[in-house]
């Protein structure tokens, strides 16, 4: 039999779509709001897609354990996809999953130097690897690491070792080398992955670039707003937490941005896609949006929506399976909040409306 190089693609692609419809309703999201405790969430969830990641006895878990396992799903998710795969495509998407590898880093960088894990760090340091066969790092020996000398030693890539060397001769402004080394960590990983997309060609490379670009443009916004709001670095600084890779926020628009106190960083924005992260005005509302937190949030929004443009493309490639997880892994940090909002009782009414931007509502 001829052997079909695009038969592949076509496998992987249909699973991508087959599994898009398994993403929870806006109805299951609303009921899970409505529990009383997590352990009715977790009885949910046990009749859901999540149920194959759930233990038996999911309901008797603690609320960091059901998190612990929701996340995890990822790794499950990227190596279900390794059989309809070829060795190019399978490399890319362990390449995605690799970020995770770097947010576990940064959070182990940042508790070395300042004792706690960042809040903006979302990857708990107890969550197993979900890279299979990680290039980056020694997880056992990271996970044990007392100082900024044992994390480097916990790294096997010499690269990102250099990145992150070469960071700490240049922290930022008069915080710690912590967040110089995350920017580092960030810098490695986007640039690989940016590169690797643009590899692909045709239909499968337009639709990597937009997924991968506009996650590039959102963390170039967020890294320059958060440095210039909550850190007060100069025009200089503030430019130089944008990443070398970029997609449609050219390196004169972020000059411009740079330029501009933190309440008007947005103002160019208004006529680009980014448009959306613009701040309300007045009330509450205005104030949560205005955060980092509310940025981060908005910027979801827009890659959740630019990932549902790529199922409404035509084609086959990687580009539909990386749509599909990056819509699977923000409705389990959605899931996560759900929890969380449970656990601490949060009024419902208000979170809904923020849980929105980043579940399948």
């Known amino acids: 039999m001829k052997y079909d190089p695009g038969g592949e693609r076509l496998s992987a692609t249909a699973k991508a779509k087959v599994r898009k419809g398994t993403l929870l309703s806006a109805g299951t999201f609303r009921r899970l709001l409505e529990c009383s405790h997590v352990s009715d969430v977790a009885h949910m969830l046990r009749s859901t897609y999540y149920a194959d990641y759930l233990p038996a006895d999911a309901e008797t878990l603690h609320r960091n354990e059901i998190e612990f396992h929701l996340l995890n799903t990822m790794k499950n998710e990227v190596q279900s996809f390794f059989s309809s795969a070829d060795l190019k495509r399978r490399a890319?998407?362990?390449l995605w999953l690799e970020r995770w590898d770097i947010q576990l880093i940064k959070s182990i960088v940042w508790k070395t130097y300042v004792g706690r894990i960042d809040s903006n760090v979302e990857v708990k340091d107890?969550?197993?690897?979900?890279?299979?066969?990680?290039?980056?790092?020694?997880?056992q020996k990271l996970l044990s690491s007392n100082n900024i000398e044992e994390v480097i030693a916990s790294i096997k890539n010499e690269k990102l070792v250099m990145y992150m060397e070469e960071s700490m001769k240049r922290p930022v402004g008069k915080r710690s080398p912590a967040l110089a080394i995350g920017l580092a960590l960030d810098m490695f990983q986007n640039n690989r992955t940016f590169d690797a997309a643009n590899c692909f060609s045709g239909k499968e490379k337009e639709g990597l670039l937009s997924l991968v670009g506009t996650y590039m443009d959102s963390m170039n916004i967020i890294s320059m707003y958060r440095g210039k709001k909550y850190f007060n670095t100069s025009d200089e600084i503030t430019l130089s937490l944008a990443f070398c890779t970029r997609y449609r926020v050219n390196f004169e628009m972020l000059k411009t941005i740079a330029s501009l106190p933190s309440e008007r960083m947005w103002e160019l924005l208004v006529n680009t896609k980014y448009a959306s992260l613009?701040?309300?005005e007045g009330g509450s509302e205005s104030d949560e949006i205005s955060s980092v937190a509310g940025i981060t949030r908005r910027m979801?929004?827009?890659?959740?929506?630019?990932?549902?443009?790529?199922?409404?493309?035509?084609?086959?490639?990687v580009h539909f399976v990386l749509a599909y997880l990056i819509l699977r892994e923000f409705e389990i940090l959605s899931l996560n909040a759900v929890i969380?909002?449970?656990?601490?009782n949060y009024d419902r009414d208000k979170v809904e409306k923020l849980l929105a931007l980043s579940s399948n509502f």
């Open 300 to 317: 979801r929004f827009i890659q959740r929506t630019n990932a549902l443009k790529v199922f409404r493309g035509g084609g086959a490639g």
């Open 278 to 280: 613009l701040p309300t």
């Open 340 to 344: 969380e909002i449970v656990r601490y």
């Open 126 to 139: 107890e969550i197993e690897s979900p890279s299979p066969d990680s290039s980056l790092i020694d997880r």
């Open 92 to 94: 890319f998407l362990k």
